[in-house]
């Protein structure tokens, strides 16, 4: 107790220099309380984001493993490979890039996967109506994405409409995300077939209402056609990306059922055929780790691989709190280096500047442990109440400042994507055609947090101050041990 009390009026006694210590202090565990709240926060943000997500994984042909493959030998390694064997072979993996339904069954039965749906696409004609933007064309090796025909067919006609056949309503991801919206009739019955969805502009384009019928066509094939109910009307709420030649106007949907039946109608010299995409449904982040590993014990070849568009986006919607992360790392352990040896100078100066103090203590008996905690319980003091005043400021105010950096870090990283995205591919080229602006990247990326410092950083400030205090404490009583009572009062 005494030396408590010994070391409370010292600190008053010594108030203005203490005041500087304290300042200094308050000044360190500031910038530490913002750093460990941006990293609270960031991993705050991610689990709770992460939790949120509906976790859903394609398996798809891995293109640049193909591409990495293809790659011509250099000199000196020329094992008589042509380029025309290159293009055969590069022509057979494009052939062989697409899961067929019961390949995609069969990885469904991995313990992680919680559902399996999927949906079939093929390109076709109709007869009473018109496209919007019609863009037949006469195509070798068949349309984007479709499989090819033979050499001894060599003219194939893409259709005008892009019919999408859903397993299930959990398909229709573009109306769950807010991309489309239905304005008149209902949703598809995946159970019922010949019903179909279309949208607003192409139903207004051909005077089509709900009830109306289409008369689908083979468009290699005229005398092959289909008829089709319209039970839904959807309206394009937000701008998509479309593909190559393909106006999202022009896309139906309709059920699995659908197009399995005119597959099976089809001739088989012009037969119309349909692309495969199955999309698992995973339980959490945990799980698709898993099923991208169970999928190969289950026989898929390595030219393929498992790809979460979910898991993506939210990564990337991370990035600019993440490399905010980075950098209040990088921040927190400066402020603790350079704030440390602060306060190592600082007790230095403060011995030195007591030496007599620390004669008269001897001179009356007080050892020099007891002396040497009492410089410790005095800075343990200061310490503890500007840390108090740290955190009670951290607090009030790191939410604003994560904030504020997070959104200038966002500008940053969406204009480091500009500058790092390729110039664009010329039309016809294939990829993707974009009307959404270069700034999306801001609006999908995370702009705030709601809070920063918790408990496990007012836990981490105490444990920090106690070791700087430990640790500049520690250079008091190494320089009291090394004082001798009768030299401190010859020299005073």
Known sequence: MYIIKNALRNIRRMFTKNILIAIIILIVGFSCVV?????????????????????????????????????????????????????????????????SLDELEVYAKADSVSDLYYEKTMTIGATEIEAIESSSSENFGGPQGMPGRSDEDTTYVEGDFSLVGISSVNALSDFTDGTKELVDGEYLDTEKANTAMISEDLATYNSLDVGSSITLQNPNNESETYVVEVVGIYSQVSDQQMMMRQDPANQMYTSANTIDAIEAKTASDNPLTSQVKGTYVLADVDAYDAFSDEVYELGLSD????????????????????????????FFLVSILVGGAILIVFQFLRVKDRVYEIGVLRAIGMSKLKISLQFICELLIITTVSLILALGIGAATSVPITNQLL?????????????????????????????????????????????????????????????????SGGVATIFIQRYDTMKIQQQS
């Open 35 to 99: 750093s460990l709240s941006i990293k609270e926060a960031a991993n705050t943000a991610r689990q709770e984001g992460i939790d949120a997500v509906n976790i859903t994984a394609n398996i798809s042909y891995d293109r640049q493993k193909m591409m990495q493959n293809m790659q011509p030998p250099t000199q000196g390694e020329q094992d008589g490979t042509s380029q025309e064997d290159m293009r055969d072979k590069m022509r057979e993996s494009m052939q062989n890039q697409n899961l």
């Open 303 to 330: 030219d393929f691989t498992v790809q979460s568009m979910d898991v993506s986006m939210y990564e990337q919607s991370l990035a600019p709190l993440e490399n905010l992360s980075s950098f209040a790392d990088t």
């Open 407 to 471: 959104e200038n870090q966002s500008v940053s990283t969406n204009e480091s994507e500009m500058q790092n995205m390729p110039g664009g591919m010329p039309q016809g080229m294939g990829g993707r055609q974009s009307s959404e602006p270069s700034g999306s990247f801001i609006e999908d990326s995370v702009q705030s947090v709601s809070s920063a410092t918790n408990w496990t950083v007012v836990l981490e400030i105490m444990v920090i101050g106690l070791l700087l205090t430990i640790v």
